[in-house]
């Protein structure tokens, strides 16, 4: 089984990632399958979406949950650890769409409000799921207006990623 790790919001178009669903052939049955990021962009005017708003829409089937250790975001030459506050591994928001012709099952981000700490940094962000509300995403049994929302101040702890550190000289 695949573990939480970083999810780069920088990845590029069809990088695969595992995610957690339920079965679409077994109703009652979650599993987690390996899909590509980002929509069949014949289906967008040549475009292909990687995130959706969460604001006005509802979700009324095909939500998926991908793990997360962290995400990373770019700021012009800068990169950024994003993780929560507490350490704990979370999940993001999304939904899955099924294969169509040559294009395979995909999924793309639900985005809120960027929360305080982000905002700094760029408007927008993954929704975060917490552990306590896997279920309630994947079964609907809470409304989406309850779990897509802006998390609050303090939520999160934005690291600088370093680059690689060179050694120009012989330490003796």
Sequence with gaps: MDKATPFDTDAPLGSQRAIIRYNPAKTLELEMVHARWGSDPRFGAGTSFRFVRSEGKTFPS??????????HMTVGDKRYRVTLDGGNFFYLAAVWEPAMADWPESYKIVTVTANPEVSRFQ??????????????????TVPETELLETPPARTFIIEEIAGSAIQTALAL
């Design 123 to 140: 408007e927008r962000h993954g929704a975060i799921i917490h552990r306590r509300q896997v279920m309630q995403w994947l079964d609907r």
């Design 62 to 71: 095909h939500r998926c949950l991908v793990p997360a250790s962290e995400f």
